[in-house]
T-cell receptor
């Protein structure tokens, strides 16, 4: 079945550092790919998405490119802020099905001033 | 503009008790989902619904039942709670083929 693997955390960075969170997937067909973010005590919020190969999703300074050849969707940000501290989830969805999501285990990001 | 609302936010149960979690969405979305979140496990799909009156099993459906009698509501039931069902439960909704919107979660402890 479908699966998502993302790097284990926590990832600890200083403010203004460069961020990469790795995500790779296994799926049949051509899934849609997502990054969700969860702030403490809250639900998940969609951060960005990509629906086909070579698409780049971007939002709030975060970017991720759908790489079919490496089955990856790595999350990047050029300069993190303390307010980016959260748990980040990579997920995929079969666009031909009922949009159910398969999640990675999540990566906690801690940014210090 | 409430989005997805989950009730209650916190609950403590004893083993063997029953309860129902309520999810309500005001966005007229066709699809609704229930997930559970456990440490180190990410989110796992319990049940989902693609329309009023329809439900389907997800990855971890055992011990749970659901109902979607109205389009805006999706209920998750635990008939006989077990400690293994201690978790944070998230409801989500989406239009067909679009990203999901999540509620803030229900933290459930079973003693």
């Amino acid at each position: 079945g479908d699966s998502v693997t993302q790097m284990e955390g926590p990832v600890t960075l200083s403010e203004e550092a460069f961020l990469t969170i790795n995500c790779t997937y296994t799926a049949t067909g051509y899934p849609s790919l997502f990054w969700y973010v969860q702030y403490p005590g809250e639900g998940l919020q969609l951060l960005l998405k990509a629906t086909k190969a070579d698409d780049k999703g971007s939002n709030k300074g975060f970017e991720a490119t759908y790489r079919k050849e490496t089955t990856s969707f790595h999350l990047e940000k050029g300069s993190v802020q303390v307010s980016d501290s959260a748990v980040y989830f990579c997920a995929l969805s079969d666009p031909t099905g009922y949009s159910t999501l398969t999640f990675g285990k999540g990566t906690m990001l801690l940014v210090s001033p | 503009n409430a989005g997805v609302t989950q009730t209650p936010k916190f609950r403590v149960l004893k083993t063997g008790q029953s309860m129902t979690l309520l999810c309500a969405q005001d966005m007229n979305h066709e699809y609704m989902y229930w997930y559970r979140q456990d440490p180190g496990m990410g989110l796992r799909l319990i049940h989902y619904s693609v329309g009023e009156g329809t439900t389907a099993k997800g990855e971890v459906p055992d011990g749970y039942n659901v109902s979607r009698l109205k389009k805006q509501n999706f209920l998750l039931g635990l008939e006989s709670a077990a400690p293994s069902q201690t978790s944070v439960y998230f409801c989500a909704s989406s239009p067909r083929g679009q990203p999901q919107h999540f509620g803030d979660g229900t933290r459930l402890s079973i003693l």
